[in-house]
């Protein structure tokens, strides 16, 4: 299992956009992907539970990766945070 945090750099923080870009990429992996909010915790290949967590510009978000694919899956989603989502 890959816990982490990573940090939203985009101006705009996670919309809708960003959410379907979130939600696609984790879509591909079979791992579990899930993103921490308060309590619970949102699966992140849902788009709809992307735009819940509605994380903006210099937060964090804390997530949880398991499965077989897990070392793929984060550093995907490393990558499309890391590279601003292709935004600003």
């Given at each position: ?13 996670i919309h ?57 899956a984060f ?14």
């Amino acid at each position: 299992m890959i816990q982490a945090q990573l940090e939203v750099r985009n101006e705009l923080g996670i919309h809708a956009r960003v959410a379907n870009r979130i939600s696609s990429c984790c879509q591909g992996f079979s791992s579990r992907i899930e993103a921490e909010s308060g309590t619970a915790f949102m699966d992140l290949k849902s788009v709809l539970n992307v735009m819940i967590l509605n994380v903006k510009y210099g937060e964090k978000l804390t997530v949880a990766i398991e499965g077989e694919d897990e070392n793929e899956a984060f550093e995907s989603l490393k990558e499309l945070f890391d590279n601003k989502f292709g935004e600003k």
